[in-house]
């Protein structure tokens, strides 16, 4: 079963952790290498992105001419995506104990920052009715 992990982080505008002290910044990026790693080795990570901000984000839409419109940038937005991973395991409750460990990222001091983790199951084929 697949599911996607998404980190949802608070903030405005470009990510917080760029204000944080070098040694917190460099612990944070260190546990997320190495998370993805230890995902890797159990042959459970199909796939991890870090996401641009808010700040660089758009909404594009088609147009009544079929050309793009967009809207955006949306610094005043209270919490946004900044990255996920795919997992493919046996069940939910493994997909939920990955987030979990996901979720004790390092923050500023090395406390944990207990992210939100939205967890959603990636559907292969439409729901059978």
């Known amino acids: 079963m697949k599911f996607i992990l998404m980190m949802n982080t608070p903030g ?59 809207d955006g940038v949306f610094p005043e937005t209270k919490e946004f995506l900044a990255g996920y991973w795919i997992v493919d395991v046996e069940s939910a409750e493994r997909a939920y104990r990955i987030a979990a460990e996901a979720s004790m990222a390092p923050g500023p001091g090395g406390k944990p920052l207990h992210l939100a983790i939205e967890v959603r199951q990636v559907m292969s084929a439409p729901p059978v009715e």
């Open 12 to 70: 405005k505008g470009a990510y917080q952790v760029m204000n944080w002290p070098r040694q917190d910044l460099l612990a944070h990026i260190g546990f997320m290498k190495d998370f993805a790693k230890k995902l890797q080795a159990n042959g459970e990570l199909a796939a991890a992105e870090g996401l641009a901000g808010p700040d660089q984000a758009k909404l594009v839409r088609a147009g009544p001419d079929g050309e793009p419109v967009t």
